[in-house]
């Protein structure tokens, strides 16, 4: 079955730590892009990346980073300079980034908790 | 970043009971999209509009792109309990660019039997 996989699904972190939380998609899509959900909240984008070895910031990058060297994989790092981690983490790809290409489709998300 | 004006926040209606919820911007989207989100779990698309005017129906939900580009409409017919969730409306400007989808805050829909 085609579709995006994200894992764990329960993250927990000590302070001062640097976790990875893991995006992979099958869909062969193009662009890929990390959200954060806070309680009540709608979604904030993290990081977009249009194509493999290309990413650029999106609204709340800060204490975040990432990677594309591969089509399928979109990992980011929560570093400890992110004051605020704890959060409901969501990957989501497109076909493309114009027109209909830009229906994204998310994964099951990752829940980080901060100890 | 901006976000959308997605009315009502939240609702309780009652099984079989008709569902209405919209979203608003102050911008104009070439694409709208609606997406249902349950407890701890991603979103999943229900409904991609690509067209003003577009009237696009998904089994009991039916959803409209506002002739202005400024808003949509979801509509969900004879509600049932899997219906329970949080729908989020989601606009995209298409301009050509390196744009992103704008998301709405999210409606909170609750069934009581």
Redesign the interface.
């Known amino acids: 079955d085609g579709g995006?996989t994200?894992s764990p699904k329960y993250l927990f972190r000590k302070e001062g730590q640097n976790v990875t939380l893991s995006c992979e998609q099958n869909l062969n899509h193009d662009a890929m892009y990390w959200y954060r959900q806070d309680p009540g909240?709608?979604?904030?984008?993290i990081y977009?990346s249009?194509i493999v070895n290309d990413f650029?910031k999106?609204?709340i990058a800060e204490g975040y980073s990432v990677s594309r060297e591969k089509k399928e994989s979109f990992p980011l790092t929560v570093t400890s300079a992110q004051k605020n981690p704890t959060a409901?983490y969501?990957c989501?790809s497109s076909p493309g980034?114009?027109?209909?290409q830009?229906?994204?489709?998310?994964?099951?998300?990752t829940?980080l908790l901060v100890l | 970043g901006q976000q959308l004006n997605q009315s009502p926040q939240s609702m309780f209606i009652q099984e079989g009971e008709d569902v209405s919820m919209n979203c608003t911007s102050s911008s104009i989207f070439n694409t709208w999209l609606w997406y249902k989100q349950d407890p701890g779990e991603g979103p999943v698309l229900l409904i991609a509009l690509y067209k003003a005017g577009e009237l696009t129906s998904n089994g009991r939900l039916t959803a409209q792109f506002g002739i202005t580009r400024k808003d949509s409409f979801l509509n969900i017919s004879a509600s049932i309990p899997s219906d329970v969730g949080i729908y989020f409306c989601a606009g995209h400007p298409n301009t050509g660019t390196a744009s992103k989808l704008t998301f709405g805050t999210g409606t909170r829909l609750q069934v009581t039997l």
Do not use: N
């Open positions: 995006i994200q909240q709608g979604l904030r984008l977009y249009q650029q999106g609204d409901f969501l989501a980034t114009s027109g209909y830009e229906t994204q489709y998310f994964g099951p998300g829940r």
